[in-house]
């Protein structure tokens, strides 16, 4: 599983650097260009809750080899794209499949691990597939610069297709699948609606949405077109400052997992929170190449920290026999972020430039931290 993920991860981010300026190609509008980014997440708003429920009713393997197979439609469809159109779809189909892999190996990790190892486990776990991420984001930079944008789209069809048959073929994965035959999907439904009763989950909720509001409209989508635009960055460089970024999300990952394992989740998340807000505000402060690698580092941590402490978080606040349900909650309110971050904050970017966007960005996740520090645990 660990091998897949990393491979899907690596897939994804070959386009990291580049995505906002081959849609550009495709069509200048700047609304266009935010529902490339968008829609990643747009098919996904109405699939994760049933695919969670189905998770659990199911099992996961089956999730998870259907996932591969969109997103390795998904890549194909972004390598034939000669018209945006075209693109948008091949990354709805994306954005699809790594929704159902990924909440259903979540899912499927929570069930291996009791909560006390989680962080542990799920740290490590993230870690790895990040790797995929920092090694494929320069090198789709690089890749592009030489045989160009589509190239690099079937590199990734080529990659996830490789996951779909690890996937497909491991009897372990099949043999340690959990089923919850008794849990019918309505109830799983209710028991994982947001709620003033239920206020730990709608907390964990609440954060996730600004979390990808923020990553996706401003460090995925605004940030590249502001380092090129505005500060002349080449692709490769700007792929270097991505690539860096995932290197701190990794530090961060691997050990706040196993810090939040010890100290708690609500410490680490309040902390990535605010350590972000000043990244993204510093962002309009500093304007050289070797600083914002730094800044990149910096905020690639932030992240790190937030990550995987909060879907622990989630694991302990919802009930176990319900947690697909809840993890395909989380990850709707993720995609509903997702999918509206790069539309607003590019129309914010039409309309104040991009110095106004990273300050009304760092403004937003202070008081996330404050949000998540009205979280109870509940065993």
């Known amino acids: 599983m660990v091998i897949a993920a990393f491979a899907l991860l690596m897939g994804m981010s070959l386009s990291a650097a580049f995505l906002p300026l081959f849609a550009r190609e495709l069509d200048p509008s700047g609304l266009l260009i935010g529902l490339v980014s968008s829609a990643w997440f747009m098919s ?8 969670g429920v189905m998770a659990d009713h199911f099992g996961r393997y089956k999730l998870m080899v259907g996932g591969l197979a969109f997103s390795s439609f998904g890549a ?26 990924f909440m259903s190996s979540s899912a499927f990790l929570f069930d291996l691990f009791k909560s006390s190892e989680r962080g542990q486990a799920l740290g490590t776990y993230q870690g790895i597939e990040f790797i995929g991420s920092l090694i494929g984001a320069p090198l789709g930079g690089y890749v592009a610069t030489i045989l160009g944008y589509r190239h690099v789209f079937f590199i990734s069809t080529v990659l996830i297709f490789c996951s779909f048959v690890i996937v497909l073929l491991s009897k372990k994965i099949r043999q340690r699948d959990v089923r919850n035959r008794d849990v019918s ?7 994982c609606l947001p709620s003033l009763r239920r206020w730990g989950l709608t907390t964990v909720y ?17 940030f590249p077109l502001y380092l090129n635009l505005q500060l002349g960055m080449g692709v490769e460089l700007i792929g270097l400052i991505v690539s860096v970024r995932m290197v701190g999300v990794i530090i961060a ?17 309040i902390l990535g929170f605010l350590l972000q807000s ?32 909060l879907l622990v978080l989630l694991s302990e606040v919802s009930p176990s026999k319900y947690r697909g349900g809840a993890i395909g909650m989380y990850r709707t309110f993720m995609d509903l972020g997702g999918f509206i971050g790069p539309i607003l904050f590019m129309i914010i970017y039409d309309w104040a430039g991009s110095h106004f966007t990273f300050i009304l960005a760092a403004a937003v996740l202070p008081l996330n931290a404050m949000i998540i520090a009205s979280t109870r645990k509940t065993e």
């Open 253 to 269: 990952t691997v050990i706040s997992g196993y810090l939040s394992d010890k100290i708690g989740r609500k410490p680490m998340i």
């Open 185 to 191: 999907p309505l109830s799983s439904f209710k028991e």
């Open 76 to 101: 194909f469809f972004c390598s034939m794209a000669n018209v945006i159109y075209v693109l948008i779809l091949g990354r709805a189909l994306w954005g699809l499949g790594t929704a159902l892999f």
């Open 278 to 309: 000043c990244c993204l505000y510093a962002y309009t402060l500093f304007y050289s190449f070797d600083a914002l690698l730094a800044l990149g580092l910096l905020e690639g941590f932030s992240r790190g920290m937030i990550i995987t402490s």
């Open 44 to 51: 996904r708003i109405f699939t994760e809750i049933p695919s």
């Open 206 to 222: 609440i954060s996730s949405f600004s979390r990808m509001l923020v990553m996706t409209g401003v460090t995925g989508t605004v």
